[in-house]
């Protein structure tokens, strides 16, 4: 039920553009890249955000917690496909807007990966204000 929810959340978004965000930039046909200096690690967006948004470490975080989500329902190589293949899907959009970001991608499969390979022998946590983002990685070691 959660991953058909998830599932077709997500294809709404990608059927209708216009469901998303009224700012967003329009399609304008033509494939791109993000140069490195126009892909910042933290996006910065004073019209309409206070706060500085870690882009990439939503990307991680997303992918991390998509993964989570859907490998309790299915397996979990197949749950991480699904994730790449969105996050590859969005970024494929994002190319006919701003253009596409190997670093969003990189932190997509970061997120996956991180997520197929905790055994429950850490856990992260993380919190951020308007400047920094502070994480904590506690370890389970064995008595």
């Not at 790449?84 to 969003?104: H, M, P």
Request: proline content about 4%; aromatic content about 16%; hydrophobic content about 45%.
């Amino acid at each position: 039920m959660i991953v058909r929810i998830f599932l077709a959340l997500s294809l709404l978004i990608f059927l209708f553009p216009g469901v998303a965000q009224p700012w967003t930039y329009p399609y304008d046909g033509r494939f791109k890249q993000l140069t490195a200096e126009r892909d910042p690690w933290f996006f910065v967006d004073y019209e309409h955000w206070y706060v500085k948004n870690p882009d990439k470490w939503q990307h991680f975080m997303g992918s991390y917690v998509a993964h989570q989500l859907l490998s309790k329902r299915m397996d979990k190589y197949l749950s991480g496909g699904i994730v790449i293949t969105l996050g590859v899907a969005k970024e494929i959009a994002d190319a006919y807007r701003e253009g596409y970001s190997a670093r969003d991608g990189f932190a997509d499969l970061l997120g996956v990966s991180a997520s197929l390979f905790n055994n429950g022998s850490y856990k992260l946590l993380c919190t951020y204000d308007n400047e920094t983002v502070l994480l904590r990685l506690y370890l389970k070691t064995p008595l």
